[in-house]
């Protein structure tokens, strides 16, 4: 398809639309909003190359088609190399290509010799080959795949686009991403093939969902984007209740009634829950003048239940396992995919997909997107597991299942050993960054919303972005979103939690009166315990507000439980080492501060992981060592008054009195009065640890 062409979009159920849509939906296809080079950019060889990969692969230059060799596999090596992120070994596409063959080297350098041919011009060599790995320089080449993908994973999202850069999106190809390119005998392949299609649909299918929310309902267009939208996900709920709203809207109640009929049995075929749909046509048409016509043979839908107060939701995909032939179930990879499960749901912050669900969906062959939109959750997890001698290697992504657009990747490796040693090396990690992403996203999300429109899950995202910036005015925003989220979902123990964290934070750096604020934040901190006592933040929450009252048993004791619920609970191991730190067992303090920040690297209260390791240290004389600590953690962006204090102490006791005296003179410049004694106050130090740091401060001026 070239990049003038248009793409007919034809209509399920409305003859008469595809002229419409043709000329609109249609049009060109380079879109210079959602990529710098297009079809008709210019490359370094003077003509402009553009490489078609969602349908039938194609190349044009110029505009004009040029003819592919008939090799299957020179054509799988062009779209391989082009949509590889870094250069590929050759070892690696000779097993990824080529099914034993006597001489897969030799096959190699002739598929490359027509790449060559078809992408190299004088003066500009686009097969690059470096140290025995191949790639791909594309530069001022138009990939329609690329294009598609850059649009999905940008940062803004699909929502930043404008309508017009949408349609040209959907308008790419109405055929499958490689279409046609199958290749016998090659199960490396073939899988890669496999998972870049059910990418590629999904990220369409996000197109088509976007597109749709910005055309007119009822109109021609409008419902022909939805038409399409069905026809890659059956299953989606929310593609299904969007059409039948514009059927309503367009006073076309029959054909609505006919689709949910369909969409019943076809969901009742595959044990899928059609009633909220049945409920949703029943809204629609009720909120319609013209009376409904309801076919007999659809059956009325149960009463809706009550509607439960919105979490985040996540399902969590069987690993593919690379070694394992078949499908055979078990192992490693199903394993690691139900313990992922299992810990996720000990966290109580998501709702999370039963793992019996999810295998169901899997055996039928549904991918992570697919899946993700046919349970309707808003984040789902997918991974590969590859053994390679003595080391198992993890690939994991999160992805936002609305937008298909991932959240966060990444690889893992560890020692090839028992599945339970492995699931203990690397579940807590996996679940622990899961859990940050999760909550990175949704925070940013709340953002952009009217505060007056916020839910209960909402508010208490928007409070902890003001939370993690600790100053006041900050600090008072975060309390009054946690306690918004607090009166619109009482039995939601994580704003409960997030107010104890308020009210400790007035106490420990003094933006209240101690007293008053250290009874608040064990109230609400006791409040987050009975609304739920599984939840590991409620126990997190009053372990700070023991300690903060002098009970440091009572406040261990709160923390060790919150650890035992999950594991993978980083703040609940920074808060062991913070308590440990100041006058309990400092090489406990420094274990725990290490686990923290190997669960959470990247976590908003870092400062706090290695403020509280730089005073352990401190306790066991190695000034040197907590000197560089606390350094660190005074360079955070966020990090408070007392950390850059522990920073100067740490200082003055390794003899550094110059950067000392310097970090104290920006204390006390962004602190008037700041002075040892509001640091004692803050925190309980052991007498030694209280005395050397007293004497620090003689030392630096902040007596």
Same mark, same amino acid.
Not at 370 to 386: I, K, M, P
Not at 486 to 501: K, M
């Given at each position: ?11 399920? $159920?409305?003859? *008469? ?13 380079? %879109? ?23 349908? /039938? ?5 110029? *505009?004009v088609p040029v003819a592919l060799p008939r090799s299957r596999k020179v054509r799988a090596l062009l779209a391989y190399l082009a ?33 060559? /041919? ?35 994973? $940008?940062?803004?999202?699909l929502a930043a686009l404008d309508t017009d850069a949408l349609r040209a999106l959907a308008a790419l190809s109405e055929g499958e ?35 749709? $929310? ?36 367009? =006073? ?48 009325? &839908? ?20 690379? +070694? ?32 019996? @669900? ?7 062959? %549904?991918?992570?997107?697919?899946? !993700?939109? @046919?349970? #309707? ?122 107010? $104890? ?52 048993? *009572? ?7 919150? @650890?035992?619920? +999950? ?16 006058? =309990?067992?400092?090489?406990? /303090?420094?274990? /725990? ?18 403020? +509280? ?7 066991? !004389?190695?000034? #040197? ?11 955070? &962006? ?7 204090? %522990? ?18 003179? +920006?204390?006390?410049?962004?602190? &008037? *009065? ?30």
């Open positions: 398809m070239t990049g003038g062409e248009a793409v007919a979009v034809q209509a399920l $159920s409305r003859p *008469g639309v595809e002229a419409s849509v043709e000329a609109r939906v249609g049009n060109a296809v380079g %879109i210079d909003a959602i990529a710098d080079a297009g079809a008709d950019a210019g490359d370094a060889g003077g003509a402009g190359l553009a490489l078609r990969l969602l349908g /039938a692969p194609a190349l044009l230059r110029g *505009g949509l590889a992120p870094r250069a590929v070994a050759r070892e690696h596409l000779c097993e990824l290509l080529w099914d034993l063959p006597s001489d897969p080297r030799g096959e190699l350098r002739w598929c490359l010799s027509k790449l060559r /041919a078809l992408l190299d011009a004088p003066g500009c060599v686009r097969v690059k080959a470096d140290a025995g790995a191949l790639r791909l320089d594309l530069a001022g080449v138009d990939v329609d795949a690329l294009r598609l993908q850059a649009a999905v994973q $940008s940062s803004a999202g991403f490689l279409q046609g390119l199958d290749i016998e005998r090659s199960a490396p392949w073939s899988a890669w093939l496999l998972g870049r299609r059910r990418h590629f649909r999904a990220a369409r299918a996000a197109v088509l969902e976007q597109l749709a $929310s910005r055309l007119e309902p009822g109109a021609d267009e409008g419902l022909a984007c939805l038409e399409q939208w069905l026809r890659l996900a059956p299953f989606d709920r929310r593609a299904h209740a969007a059409l039948l709203d514009a059927l309503a809207r367009r =006073g076309a109640l029959r054909e609505g009634d006919e689709h949910l009929a369909a969409t019943a049995r076809l969901f009742e075929s595959e044990g899928q829950d059609w009633a909220p749909l049945g409920r949703a046509w029943a809204a629609a048409k009720a909120c319609q003048a013209a009376p409904a016509v309801a076919l007999e043979a659809v059956p009325t &839908p149960a009463p809706a239940p009550v509607r439960a107060a919105r979490r985040a939701s996540i399902a969590v995909m069987p690993f593919a396992d690379a +070694s394992r032939a078949g499908a055979v179930r078990g192992g490693l990879a199903d394993a690691l995919a139900y313990d992922l499960t299992t810990r996720l749901a000990r966290l109580r912050s998501m709702f999370v997909i039963a793992q019996g @669900t999810v295998f169901a969906l899997d055996g039928k062959r %549904i991918g992570a997107e697919e899946a !993700g939109r @046919t349970l #309707d959750v808003d984040y789902v997890v997918s991974g590969t597991l590859r053994r390679e001698a003595a080391r198992l290697h993890l690939g994991v992504q999160l992805a936002e299942t609305r937008s298909a657009r991932i959240v966060w990747a990444d690889t893992l490796s560890c020692r090839n050993a028992a599945a339970l040693e492995v699931l203990e090396a690397v579940g807590d990690r996996i679940v622990s960054s899961l859990a940050s992403q999760v909550e990175v996203a949704e925070r940013n999300r709340a953002l952009l919303k009217p505060p007056g429109s916020l839910d209960a899950w909402e508010a208490l995202h928007r409070g902890l972005w003001h939370m993690y910036r600790f100053d006041r005015a900050h600090n008072e925003q975060a309390h009054h979103f946690f306690d918004t989220a607090t009166r619109l979902d009482p039995g939601f123990a994580r704003p409960w939690a997030g107010l $104890s964290f308020t009210h400790f934070q007035n106490a420990f750096l003094g933006w209240g009166e101690r007293a008053r604020e250290m009874e608040r934040a064990y109230a609400t901190a006791t409040q987050a315990m009975l609304v739920d006592d599984l939840d590991p933040a409620a126990h997190w929450a009053l372990g700070r507000a023991l300690w903060l009252r002098g009970q440091l048993d *009572g406040a261990l004791a709160e923390l060790r439980a919150c @650890t035992q619920l +999950s594991p993978n609970f980083a703040l609940g191991h920074y808060t062991r080492a913070f308590v440990q730190a100041q006058s =309990g067992d400092a090489l406990d /303090a420094i274990r /725990a501060a290490d686990h923290s920040r190997e669960l959470s690297p990247f976590d908003p209260l870092l400062f706090g992981m290695l403020a +509280s390791r730089a005073l352990a240290l401190l306790r066991l !004389g190695r000034h #040197d060592e907590a000197a560089e600590w606390a350094l660190k953690a005074a360079a955070r &962006p966020n990090a408070h008054v007392h950390i850059q204090a %522990i920073a100067a102490y740490c200082l003055a006791l390794a003899g550094r009195l110059e950067p000392a005296r310097a970090l104290a003179a +920006s204390i006390r410049q962004q602190a &008037p *009065g700041y002075a040892v004694a509001d640091f004692l106050a803050a925190f309980r130090l052991a007498e030694d640890a209280a005395a050397a740091v007293h004497g620090a401060a003689r030392t630096i001026g902040l007596a």
